[in-house]
Each structure stands twice: as C-alpha cells, then as structure tokens.
C-alpha cells in the first residue's frame, strides 16, 4: 500500500463520515479498555477496524490493522506488529486475547 496523507484523506471526508469515525473511535477505546464488557471484542475490534477501513476509503486489509494492540491485557508484541505493518501480525501465543488456548 502507497503511503497516505491522512490531512488529504481527511479533507475529502463529509461530515456524516466524519462523525462516525469519531464514534467507532469512541467505542474502540471502551472496548479496549474494558474488554470483559464484550463477548467477543477481539472480533468487534477487527469489524470495526474494517468499516474504518472502509470509511477512509483505503483498502480493506488486516494487515493494516493495529487496535487489536491496544486491548487491555494484550502482550503482543507492539513494535514487532508496528514495524510489520502491512505484513501479517506477530502474535503471542501466550496472549489472553489472540493467543491460542493451548499455549
């Protein structure tokens, strides 16, 4: 993916598509915050990664994503999935949220 001028992107944005970013960002930040509140908020952060996506006008692509970081509790690496932006995700099979029940 060719690099982005957010301040661009943003300025092409209407006020309707705006104003839901800013509420996805919103919910983003209590799902990660409080993450036992959800039944499933790896997956809700991933969906609303992808309507984010979707609402910047930038491809849909998980490879892209990085909420998924910020998730109370997480111990994925972040600098790791940070520097492999773009590339696939490193994740910790250890993690209570993305690691696997047998690790």
Same mark, same amino acid.
């Given at each position: 993916? !060719?690099?982005?001028?957010?301040?661009? +992107?943003? +300025? @092409?944005?209407? +006020?309707?598509? @705006?104003?839901?970013? !800013?509420?996805?960002?919103?919910?983003?930040?209590?799902?990660?915050?409080?993450?036992?509140?959800?039944?499933?908020?790896?997956?809700?952060? #991933?969906?609303?990664?992808? !309507?984010?996506?979707?609402?910047?006008?930038?491809?849909?692509?998980?490879? %892209? =994503?990085? =909420?998924?970081? #910020?998730? @109370?509790?997480?111990?994925?690496?972040? /600098?790791?999935?940070?520097?492999? /932006? *773009? %590339?696939?995700?490193?994740?910790?099979? *250890?993690?209570?949220? =993305?690691?696997?029940? #047998?690790?």
């Amino acid at each position: 993916m !060719s690099r982005v001028n957010i301040k661009e +992107a943003y +300025a @092409k944005l209407n +006020a309707q598509e @705006k104003e839901t970013i !800013s509420s996805i960002h919103k919910v983003l930040a209590d799902i990660k915050d409080f993450p036992e509140r959800y039944e499933n908020p790896v997956q809700l952060i #991933e969906d609303l990664e992808f !309507s984010l996506q979707g609402l910047w006008k930038f491809p849909r692509d998980a490879n %892209y =994503h990085t =909420h998924f970081l #910020e998730i @109370k509790d997480c111990t994925c690496g972040r /600098l790791d999935n940070l520097d492999r /932006l *773009g %590339y696939g995700r490193v994740i910790n099979g *250890g993690c209570i949220w =993305h690691g696997t029940k #047998e690790s």
